[in-house]
T-cell receptor
Framework: AQKVTQAQTEISVVEKEDVTLDCVYE???????LFWYKQPPSGELVFLIR??????QNEISGRYSWNFQKSTSSFNFTITASQVVDSAVYFCALGRRALTFGSGTRLQVQP | DAGVIQSPRHEVTEMGQEVTLRCKPISGHDYLFWYRQTMMRGLELLIY????????DSGMPEDRFSAKMPNASFSTLKIQPSEPRDSAVYFCASSLSGVSYEQYFGPGTRLTVT
């Protein structure tokens, strides 16, 4: 069975602060994929990033960065210099076709 | 390019009625997924198809739920009879076979059963 844990239910920061969203996963598969999705207040789910289990290189995309560590089964997401538009629920997910989602972290960025 | 299209966006129905949710995947995508999102259970996969064939329906809650994919551009999720506990947001997603495993989600259908 696969499991994704996002222990942080809600985080509140002030604009321009850096914030890290944690994701810890469990799987017995040797090949797997990890994902982050964003769900803004409008409700749609927006794909942010995919990482496969063989690629532990960290990735940066603008203000977003991801830290994948197989040794600790973690795939954390950092937003640098947060903005109000980053306010959303962020989901970490695990799988290949059938995805298992974490419970999500609600990020509120105050102006 | 059009994304995943779902209809209706909102549905309010009375307990016992039949409800049909519709989904059009991204053109060319050969995987289609149905998810349900509730406060209590979060996002959970109900069923997914590959090339119009159901691959895994282990997430379908009970026999009242059924899903079909008659062709590559259309899928339905039917609930008959509906119950108040079926109230949720139902998402459809699609993806492409190969190495791109990311799924692209539709806007969701918010179902309220009274």
């Amino acid at each position: 069975a696969q499991k994704v844990t996002q222990a942080q239910t809600e985080i509140s920061v002030v604009e321009k602060e850096d914030v890290t969203l944690d994701c810890v996963y469990e799987t017995r598969d040797t090949t797997y994929y990890l994902f982050w999705y964003k769900q803004p207040p409008s409700g749609e789910l927006v794909f942010l990033i995919r990482r496969n289990s063989f690629d532990e290189q960290n990735e940066i995309s603008g203000r977003y960065s991801w830290n994948f560590q197989k040794s600790t089964s973690s795939f954390n997401f950092t937003i640098t210099a947060s903005q109000v538009v980053d306010s959303a629920v962020y989901f970490c997910a695990l799988g290949r076709r059938a995805l298992t989602f974490g419970s999500g972290t609600r990020l509120q960025v105050q102006p | 390019d059009a994304g995943v299209i779902q209809s209706p966006r909102h549905e309010v129905t009375e307990m016992g009625q039949e409800v049909t949710l519709r989904c059009k995947p991204i053109s060319g995508h050969d995987y289609l997924f149905w998810y349900r999102q509730t406060m209590m259970r979060g996002l959970e996969l109900l069923i997914y198809f590959n090339n119009n064939v159901p691959i895994d329906d282990s997430g379908m809650p009970e026999d009242r739920f059924s899903a079909k994919m008659p062709n590559a551009s259309f899928s339905t999720l039917k609930i008959q009879p509906s119950e108040p506990r079926d109230s949720a947001v139902y998402f459809c997603a699609s993806s492409l076979s190969g190495v791109s495993y990311e799924q692209y989600f539709g806007p969701g259908t918010r179902l309220t059963v009274t």
